[in-house]
């Protein structure tokens, strides 16, 4: 009896690491077992933007407010093609409420700052949390996630063409960059926003790409920002007025698992 019973144990056990590793593929995308960071990103490519869109740990698009109800078509909003995608380049099914995790408790309803200020940056590190990571930062330097204040520490100044020349040759193979852009803000009630995210890396031919969805494009895309043409349009994609507020990014890089 006791042998059947640690058999029995021993199988739900290895039934539910199958279950939690399982990875949530939407239907219709077919990502491949040995797919390169570039490849699966660009599985998401065309996804449509859909506000608050996810998809969640089985597979279906949902939102992050209300991850029980499901969406009647396929969309996802920046922190939800992060989340998404992420969980293929590390072979994890990171569920929605674990990236949802307000880190330092200091962004919830009546919130200092704002509730979800800094929704962006807690995201990503809260899905890249147990890999082998670091945030770059300028003049070469880098920084422990944990030693991060994203109010006082920003990051690379977005506009100015130094961050691109220094940022991109930093980029390696075999790791992928999480990219939280923060912006001072004019919403009552907030000073400070960590409002989008995106992600960057380099195919096979040395091109370093930049992946992310914006309500303005409608759906997910990538630049290339080793080609003049393509970091332009990224940047003046993110311009904004001359009335808006400088943007920052914070850099988190990755090593990706080896298969």
Not at 79 to 99: D, M
Not at 125 to 132: P, S, V, W
């Amino acid at each position: 009896m006791k042998v059947i019973y640690t058999a029995l144990l021993l199988f739900a056990l290895l039934v539910s690491f199958s279950q939690a590793q399982a990875l949530p593929q939407p239907a219709g995308m077919s990502i491949a077992d040995n797919a390169t960071a570039t490849e699966i990103l660009d599985a998401f490519l065309g996804i449509p933007y859909a506000q608050d869109g996810v998809v969640d740990e089985t597979g279906r698009y949902s939102y992050f407010a209300k991850p029980q109800k499901l969406a009647a078509s396929a969309g996802l909003n920046c922190s939800g093609y992060t989340l998404s995608a992420f969980r293929f380049l590390v072979g994890k099914n990171i569920t929605v409420a674990e990236s949802k995790l307000d880190r330092k408790g200091d962004s919830g309803k009546g919130a200092a700052l704002g509730e979800d200020w800094d929704f962006g940056w807690d995201l990503i590190a809260n899905i890249t949390e147990g890999f082998e990571r670091q945030v770059l930062l300028p003049n070469g330097s880098t920084a422990a996630v944990e030693d991060i204040d994203a109010v006082t520490e920003r990051g690379y100044n977005l506009h100015e063409r130094e961050t691109w020349n220094e940022l991109l040759p930093r980029v390696r193979e075999g790791h992928v960059y999480l990219l939280s852009f923060s912006q001072e803000s004019r919403i009552r009630g907030y000073k400070l926003v960590h409002y989008h995210a995106a992600f960057m890396a380099m195919d096979r031919e040395g091109n370093v790409w930049m992946y992310q969805t914006t309500g303005e494009a409608g759906k997910a895309y990538r630049r290339n920002l080793s080609r003049q043409a393509g970091l332009q349009e990224f940047l003046d994609n993110f311009a904004g007025s001359a009335r808006s507020k400088p943007k920052y990014i914070l850099v988190v890089e990755v090593a990706l698992p080896k298969g």
